[in-house]
């Protein structure tokens, strides 16, 4: 596919998507989202890309769905095109994806962020859900894990009326990973993405795995998935090579396998 929306590059093993559309603050139409769903599925089956971000620019990480693209559809315009269903996507992605967000992150923009795996924020960066000041909801998530990451009172606010969250306020609720200058920010998610991609692969996806069925299920269904993955883990060549290496005193050699 060809993309005129956002840009790619593998930088080492890690595989950046950068949102392109900066005369609209990077808001999500049809073409971006359909080639932003395209390039994360092609990172995460290249074999050279051990992780993967997303970022947008200094200035927006995405100001939310393409308001101008949607503002005369009727529900069934909105259930055919299948809109926000385009954003559960981000769920199939096996690799470890993290947002390096700088400036806004509203709308769908914040609801796209906190759906990856964790994030790095410029201290620049604003969390927001302003659906309300147009006349709707967040419908990509957001009432839902803002709800579960934040509570319920700090995701009522956001969502019924307009509360942003600062880039410190973000770290201190526990919504991202951690804030960094703005001029490094990028350059911070790719070194925290190499730390990732240097540990026992096959573990990391089961971790991942684990973490996000806590976000899906019951408890018990949770607790389930996390011993089934455990197990399944002492299958693994990388378990053997981490204990022995633990033991031997010495770094694992992980192969992935
Ligand atoms: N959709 C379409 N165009 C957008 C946009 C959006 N979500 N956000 C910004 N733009 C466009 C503006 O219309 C403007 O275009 P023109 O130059 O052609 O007029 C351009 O981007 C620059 O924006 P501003 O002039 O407004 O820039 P600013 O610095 O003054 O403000 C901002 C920046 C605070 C992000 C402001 O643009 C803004 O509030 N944007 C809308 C945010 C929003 O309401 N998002 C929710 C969308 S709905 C949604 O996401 C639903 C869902 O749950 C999936």
């Known amino acids: 596919m060809t993309y005129t929306s956002i840009l790619t590059e593998i930088r080492g093993r890690i595989g950046i998507v950068t949102l392109n559309r ?23 089956n290249d074999e050279r890309v051990g992780a993967i971000i997303v ?117 201190q609720f526990g919504l991202v990973n951690r804030v960094v200058p703005v001029d490094g920010y990028l350059t911070a998610a790719v070194a925290f993405a190499e730390e990732i991609d240097a540990r026992a692969p096959l573990a990391v996806r089961m971790a991942k795995d684990s973490v996000n069925a806590a976000f899906e299920t019951t408890l018990a269904e949770g607790l389930k998935a996390e011993k089934r993955n455990f197990y399944t883990l002492f299958s693994t060549e990388d378990q053997k090579e981490g204990m022995k290496a633990f033991i031997e005193k010495r770094k694992p050699n992980w192969k992935g396998r």
């Open 22 to 44: 900066p005369q609209a603050m990077n808001a999500f139409n049809t073409a971006m989202l359909t080639e932003l769903f395209d390039a994360l599925d092609v990172y995460d």
């Open 55 to 171: 970022t947008g620019n200094e200035k927006a990480f995405a100001a939310g769905a393409d308001i101008k693209e949607m503002a005369e559809a009727t529900p069934f315009d909105m259930i055919g095109q299948g809109r926000v269903e385009k954003w559960d996507r981000i769920r199939t992605i096996k690799k470890v994806v993290i947002a390096a967000v700088s400036g806004w992150a509203l709308g769908g923009g914040c609801e796209f962020a906190i759906s990856c795996d964790m994030i790095v924020a410029s201290e620049t960066a604003k969390f927001g859900q302003p659906e309300i000041t147009i006349g709707v909801i967040p419908g990509a998530g957001g009432t839902q894990r803002l709800a579960r990451l934040l509570g319920k009172n700090l995701a009522m606010e956001m969502v019924i009326n307009n509360r942003t969250l600062t880039a410190p306020e973000a770290l």
